[in-house]
């Protein structure tokens, strides 16, 4: 990867809001660590977690389709059901960094821990990742870029701030750098640095199968907004729980893998592949940060569920990284599959009444309602009548009055008989309001 101009050395006190900044560790977070990472012969009478001995679960024993069952024996069923580090536990972590590495081959996991090397730690599914990213850098009044339509999760994330969310354009290739560039263009990169600078310090983007509108960022675009963060010095975060549902080979090369300074936080997410309810997401990104937002989790959730790591860590760990990317592989056929369907049912249904481009990854189709206005009224009151529903684009919109002419079909749950059968019924909606 080739980027002009000499490697910045990154201030990452510069971009930390006044909460954040105030976070001091937790003494008897620090212990927990400690333990979790001690021989057994320690005796410790420090912790005040419970005696695992009196709680009522003993094992378990899960199936796995087409593979080992997963046992969770006396011994480890105790460590399952006891509080554990908030980094996640070291397994799970462990096997997490070693994919990260082989996938994105960030530049920062060679930094030393001052330039931000890479780091990474387990949350409550990207979700809670996002929220302590967002709280950790973004301030009442900030500038912050982002392209929307976005997903919804992020605008109740990021509004309640009180930030000023800059919207930058976007197409179904994702953001478009030009339009980027005539942004930041207001500003003199000089100032950046200067304390009160209004220049964004954030931008947020969903690289791969956007939710809402299933676009994908080309690699092309993702180097060009990569040179404006090194110009203007701000942060980008990576926001990408459809990477692993993306439909063609090779994967798109992400931030991560290019962040030749060490100032992408990336958020994966298990929820599209293994469980949404088991709640596993992982922030990865400059050590400095990441342990900022260890911080925050050490005062609030204290650690994503015990149980659930330990479920997916062995699951992971008995089919290896190789087992892990054929599962993937099967998750994504099926999704491939089921895009195809809602194309082809869209083709048949939709062809004259709408527009849409066909999504490389994620679970989404964006579709444009011609001679529609606003989607809102027509989705919320008339299409329940021909029993169909689909989002209604405007909640994506910064602004969710602004009038928007889009809907967001998800293909990832109904039979493609259902998705044949929504189309027609949303086809004769759509001719009816025309
Ligand atoms: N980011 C985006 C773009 C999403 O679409 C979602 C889930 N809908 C999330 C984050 C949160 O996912 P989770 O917390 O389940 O990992």
């Given at each position: 990867m080739f980027f002009r101009g000499p490697?910045?050395?990154?201030?990452?006190?510069?971009?930390?809001?006044?909460?954040?900044?105030?976070?001091?560790?937790?003494?008897?977070?620090?212990?927990?660590?400690?333990?979790?990472?001690?021989?057994?012969?320690?005796?410790?009478?420090?912790g005040g977690a419970p005696n695992p001995n009196t709680f009522p679960f003993q094992s378990a024993t899960i199936k796995v389709k087409g593979g080992e069952a997963l046992v969770l024996d006396e011994p480890l069923m105790k460590r399952a059901l006891q509080y554990s580090g908030s980094y996640g536990i070291p397994e799970l972590l462990s096997w997490m960094k070693d994919l990260q590495k082989s996938l994105h081959n960030p530049p920062t996991a060679g930094f030393s821990p001052e330039r931000g090397q890479m780091e990474m730690c387990v949350t409550t599914g990207s979700q809670e990742g996002l929220c302590k990213i967002f709280e950790m850098l973004v301030s009442s009044g900030d500038n912050v870029l982002l392209d929307a339509p976005t997903y919804s999760g992020t605008l109740a994330a990021l509004q309640p701030l009180g930030c000023n969310l800059i919207n930058v354009p976007s197409d179904h290739h994702g953001m478009i750098p030009a339009d980027l560039r005539k942004i930041?263009?207001?500003?003199?990169?000089?100032?950046?640095?200067?304390?009160?600078?209004?220049?964004?310090?954030?931008?947020?983007?969903?690289?791969?199968?956007?939710?809402p509108t299933g676009a994908s960022m080309t690699h092309e675009r993702k180097q060009e907004v990569y040179e404006l963060a090194r110009k203007y010095d701000f942060l980008i975060i990576e926001d990408d729980p459809y990477y692993f549902l993306q439909f063609q080979k090779p994967w798109a090369p992400t931030f991560l893998s290019m962040d030749v300074d060490g100032r992408v936080l990336r958020t994966d997410s298990f929820s599209k592949i293994l469980s949404s309810g088991l709640r596993i997401g992982f922030v990865t990104g400059p050590k400095p940060l990441v342990e900022r937002v260890v911080l925050h989790i050490q005062a609030s959730t204290m650690h994503t569920s015990t149980f659930t790591q330990l479920m997916v860590s062995q699951l992971l760990h008995n089919w290896g990284p190789g087992g892990f990317l054929k599962?993937?592989?099967?998750?994504?056929?099926?999704?491939?599959?089921?895009?195809?369907?809602?194309?082809?049912?869209?083709?048949?249904w939709l062809k004259d009444v709408a527009e849409w481009h066909p999504p490389m990854a994620g679970m989404f189709l964006w579709i444009k309602l011609k001679g529609i206005k606003d989607t809102q009224q027509l989705i919320m009151e008339r299409a329940l009548e021909k029993e169909v529903l689909l989002v209604?684009?405007?909640?994506?919109?910064?602004?969710?009055?602004?009038?928007c002419p889009y809907v967001r079909a998800a293909f990832s749950l109904s039979t493609p008989q259902q998705i044949d059968e929504a189309f027609r019924r949303l086809a004769d909606l759509i001719k009816e309001a025309m």
């Open positions: 490697i910045r050395s990154m201030n990452y006190a510069r971009f930390l809001t006044a909460v954040s900044a105030a976070r001091r560790p937790s003494p008897i977070r620090i212990l927990t660590e400690l333990q979790q990472r001690s021989p057994p012969s320690l005796i410790s009478l420090a930041l263009g207001q500003w003199d990169p000089a100032e950046a640095q200067k304390p009160g600078s209004s220049i964004p310090r954030v931008l947020y983007t969903i690289p791969n199968g956007g939710n599962h993937i592989d099967g998750v994504i056929d099926f999704y491939r599959s089921q895009r195809n369907s809602m194309l082809s049912s869209a083709d048949k209604p684009g405007g909640v994506f919109n910064i602004n969710s009055s602004d009038p």
